[in-house]
């Protein structure tokens, strides 16, 4: 078995290789600069988020690379990394799609085109190489069917329901945020016309079913979380890792949002190479199957086969039909800047 798995990393090893070269990337310089630098320090990227462990592993077995993560939210991620600066303890986050453009426009990035750059859709990536999706989600329900007895499969099934429904923090997360997007969509609303979302949820605040604790596996482990908005990605793995009996995960029937998350080199990162090393990995076949196995779906997915058995534990298609990604990008990068105020002003006032 030991021998499977050595003789599975060197072949990952050669093919980053090959890749790199046919890309201009100098991976045998970049993996000695990382060697020489030893570790990686993440934020927003711990073990239970997209399978991110198994990454961390083949770093640290292929490259020597050690590794400790800080979970925290996007917004939290780009302050970090600005207040830091040259006294920086993080090398690379992972930040939702909107969060990318900002964290350029604040200046804490540096540019990295990995070998597999081409392959990354014109859509998910800067121009400059500043920011990519490695992987996309869809906003999800994830309910505890101990505790709901009548699992909404709807936006408009949330309305009609006794339930409480957790959210996160819209302040700061992409997964929330973007869960108020999928609400909007779903009621006819855009990226430049985010009330209907807005209304959905102060209307349960008003009714005091509108939690805006974290759902995370923690919370839902606990019963904390009768129904939550989540990722796609997580909700399956949160599932699966406390009890795939207790949980239903599904993607709303009337309208939900696909979105991304993309890494950024901390502009200060004391490993930079170690870094860039990172996302050079993550983003080759063997890193986008990592995620692939954390629910997560690969942004190089046409390029890629699956195995099997990560194949079929994604959510069948036929629930997507009525999931749309982000059509006008500067208008919801505008709107999810003033998103935090929004809330405010429109939902947290109305809680009970």
Do not use: C
Request: aromatic share 8%; charged share 20%.
């Amino acid at each position: 078995m030991k021998r499977l798995l050595l003789a599975s990393l060197m072949g990952t090893a050669i093919s980053l290789a090959t890749q790199a070269m046919a890309n201009d990337v100098d991976i045998k310089s970049l993996e000695q600069a990382a060697r020489a630098e030893g570790a990686v320090n993440s934020v927003g990227m711990p073990d239970s988020w997209a399978n991110w462990k198994d990454t961390w592993v083949d770093l640290g077995k292929l490259y020597g690379l050690k590794h400790m993560d800080t979970d925290m939210s996007s917004a939290q991620e780009i302050a970090k990394f600005a207040a830091e600066k040259d006294n920086a303890s993080a090398d690379i986050g992972d930040v939702g799609a909107a969060f990318g453009p900002i964290a350029v426009q604040q200046g804490v990035t540096q540019a990295f085109k990995p070998s597999t750059w081409e392959q990354i859709p014109t859509w998910a990536k800067d121009a400059d190489g500043n920011w990519m999706l490695a992987y996309t989600g869809s906003i999800a329900f994830i309910v505890n069917k101990q505790l709901v007895k009548d699992v909404p499969h709807s936006w408009a099934d949330l309305k009609k329901g006794t339930y409480k429904v957790t959210i996160g923090d819209v302040s700061a997360a992409a997964q929330a945020v973007n869960g108020v997007l999928a609400a909007a969509i779903a009621n006819g609303g855009n990226e430049s016309n985010i009330q209907p979302g807005l209304d959905l949820f102060a209307k349960l605040a008003e009714q005091g079913r509108l939690g805006l604790s974290n759902p995370t596996i923690q919370t839902l482990e606990k019963g904390e979380v009768e129904v939550g908005i989540v990722w796609d990605f997580n909700g399956l793995s949160y599932r699966d890792q406390i009890d795939p009996s207790r949980f239903e995960v599904l993607i709303p029937s009337d309208g939900s949002v696909i979105s991304g998350y993309t890494t950024i080199i901390n502009k200060y990162a004391k490993n930079p190479n170690a870094a860039k090393l990172a996302r050079e990995y993550i983003l080759s076949d063997a890193g986008q199957i990592n995620l692939a196995k954390g629910n997560a779906r690969p942004i190089r997915a046409e390029h890629l086969t699956l195995p099997a058995e990560v194949q079929a534990k994604l959510l069948p298609n036929a629930q997507y039909v009525n999931v749309q990604p982000v059509k006008d990008a500067k208008a919801w990068e505008a709107t999810a800047k003033a998103l935090p105020q929004l809330w405010q002003e429109h939902v947290i006032i109305n809680m009970q």
